[in-house]
């Protein structure tokens, strides 16, 4: 079992930046995706939406704005410890993020572990 925290979330203005933390407890596997997910006020669990992702083997993938540089992950030495920086924040992009560890078995059968979230509130 994994424990996955999310920390971080605030209150910041349009044009804000933000600095979200992931951390996990201490795992043996060797393969592992840490995804950021969303979810808009409103949206149900089922919608929640990609931000963005960062592998075991440090491939990045960014969902939000891509290209545009706003969002951008990153992982600390430990590998249990994934960060969310985002800047230019925008009114939309209010909603609550959440933490997703998939971890894979030496058959490569995934299990998902989730963090409770932690709430992002664009306004002025």
């Known amino acids: 079992q994994v424990q996955v925290a999310e920390s971080g979330g605030a209150l910041v203005q349009p044009g804000g930046s933000l600095k979200l933390t992931c951390a996990a407890s201490e795992f043996t596997f060797s393969a592992y995706t840490f995804i950021w997910w969303r979810q808009a006020p409103g949206e149900d669990r089922e919608d929640r939406k990609l931000?963005?992702?960062?592998?075991?083997?440090?491939?990045?993938?960014i969902y939000v704005d891509p290209g545009q540089g706003r969002f951008a992950i990153s992982k600390d030495s430990t590998e249990n410890t994934v960060y969310l920086n985002m800047n230019n924040l925008k009114p939309e992009d209010t909603a609550i993020y959440y933490c997703?560890?998939?971890?894979?078995?030496?058959?490569?059968?995934?299990?998902?572990?989730w963090g409770q979230g932690t709430q992002v509130t664009v306004s002025s």
């Open positions: 997703n560890v998939a971890v894979y078995d030496a058959r490569d059968r995934r299990s998902d572990y």
């Open positions: 931000v963005a992702a960062i592998s075991s083997g440090g491939r990045v993938t």
